[in-house]
């Protein structure tokens, strides 16, 4: 797939040829790059509705997707540093965290910017329901002063637990998906 993650798929058995069509029933495991060792999830079996009205039907079960989260979990691709020069693009800065917490305020009187760490703390979880999916993510925010010497002051970390559906619909032919925070 990319540097961090491979895909292995497999037919899980023999093609079903029918007069009008062909059943391929594959098996997708997404592995950390270069390592074949096997996820701890167990697929769990499903079944497509069946529909006649397309020429293709692609099915995703979570299976997939929660060995593609556990290859990019282990690979280390939800550890995410937001630099400088990111965090003054949207003007977040000492100051503004002091104006939220007063204690920040303390510790820095003169304001300097900020460099946030996000790191993923647990292999994200995902749920698919009948016409969207759920993303749970367990994580931390530390967040760093970027003092005038370009070293880093660290000023607090906070534990973060997001819960996140996605739905998915088709509008002129283009994918759109909406994003609502649960909690």
Request: glycine content about 6%; overall charge negative.
């Given at each position: 797939i990319d540097d961090l993650a491979e895909v292995d798929y497999?037919?899980?058995t023999f093609p079903a040829v029918f007069r009008p069509f062909i059943d391929l029933d594959l098996k997708g495991i997404v592995y950390p790059a270069?390592?074949?060792s096997g996820p701890p999830y167990v697929a769990a079996p499903f079944t497509i509705p069946d529909q006649s009205d397309s020429m293709l039907y692609l099915a995703f079960s979570e299976y997939f997707f929660q060995t593609s989260l556990f290859?990019?979990?282990?690979?280390?691709?939800f550890n995410i540093t937001i630099?400088?020069?990111t965090c003054s693009y949207f003007n977040i800065s000492t100051e503004m965290f002091g104006s939220i917490i007063p204690?920040?305020?303390?510790?820095s009187v003169t304001p300097y910017p900020v460099m946030l760490k996000l790191m993923a703390t647990e292999i994200p979880i995902?749920?698919?329901?009948q016409d969207s999916f759920t993303v749970e993510i367990q994580g931390s925010m530390e967040v760093f002063a970027v003092l005038p010497d370009s070293t880093t002051q660290s000023l607090f970390t906070m534990?973060?637990?997001?819960?996140?559906?996605?739905a998915l619909?088709?509008?002129d032919q283009k994918l759109m998906g909406s994003l609502c925070l649960n909690r």
């Open positions: 497999s037919l899980n270069g390592n074949y290859a990019y979990y282990t690979a280390g691709a630099a400088e020069e204690e920040v305020s303390k510790y995902i749920s698919l329901e534990n973060i637990a997001a819960n996140t559906s996605i619909n088709i509008f």
